[in-house]
């Protein structure tokens, strides 16, 4: 019989440390011990987020082969038709903040939604979940902290930007968090569910 109660380890594939340290605290207060795990991530050209984040978990596990997760995260801004989209990671490191407010200048609907999949393999079970963030655009870049795109995008319900807030409270209302902490609450109410039956049986 499996011991829910214990952490249950769980590879984080990304290079991404902001990331790992945004996963952290709710992994943890769901029970589960997290390790980030760079140099896996296999990044495929596609316009959907749900695929790109099933192909670098299919790919992880073929050479880990240990339960995983990955999570893929876009930024899709609707006076861009939702550009840069699944293209985030290339268009921050081309254009950047200051190029993302380059093309809005001038536009005034400056809404946007920050989308986040994770898909975990924790054999035999495969879960793919979503998260979504809504907001806007600042005009401006503002704030220190987080990493990519947090300096100009302040989420619905607050004033600040990503940047300007804590860990804690960007996961108050980041995509990640909720994507995040839905894989894992589906995770352990199935372990939960199959504690009692032997998983590795033929
Ligand atoms: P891994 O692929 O190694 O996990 P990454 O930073 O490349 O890390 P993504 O491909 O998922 O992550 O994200 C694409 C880009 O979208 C990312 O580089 C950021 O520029 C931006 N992004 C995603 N989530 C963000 C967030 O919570 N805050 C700010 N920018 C974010």
Redesign the pocket.
């Known amino acids: 019989m499996k011991d829910t109660a214990s952490p249950d380890e769980i590879l984080f594939i990304?290079?991404?440390k902001h990331?790992y340290g945004e996963v952290l605290p709710i992994a943890d207060e769901l029970g589960f011990k997290v390790i980030m795990k760079p140099g896996y991530?296999l990044?495929i050209q596609s316009n959907s987020l749900e695929e790109i984040s099933l192909t670098a978990a299919l790919e992880a596990y073929k050479y880990l082969k240990k339960p995983l997760m990955v999570?893929?995260?876009?930024?899709f801004i609707n006076a861009l038709n939702d550009f840069p989209g699944p293209y985030?990671?290339y268009v921050?490191k081309t254009l950047g903040c200051s190029g993302i407010l380059k093309l809005m200048s001038g536009i005034t609907i400056r809404n946007a939604i920050?989308r986040?999949v994770v898909t975990l393999i924790y054999p035999p079970f495969l879960i793919i979940e979503q998260g979504e963030c809504p907001g806007t655009i600042a005009g401006e870049k503002r704030g220190e902290k987080?990493?990519?795109?947090?300096p100009i995008?302040i989420p619905e319900g607050d004033n600040r930007t990503?940047a300007e807030m804590s860990i804690e409270e960007k996961n108050l209302y980041?995509?990640?968090a909720k994507a995040v902490r839905n894989a894992l609450q589906k995770l352990k109410k199935l372990l939960e569910k199959t504690s009692d039956i032997n998983l590795n049986a033929p």
């Open positions: 990304t290079g991404n990331k991530k990044e999570e893929d995260a876009g930024l985030s990671s921050f920050f986040s987080g990493f990519g795109f947090d995008f990503f980041s995509h990640r």
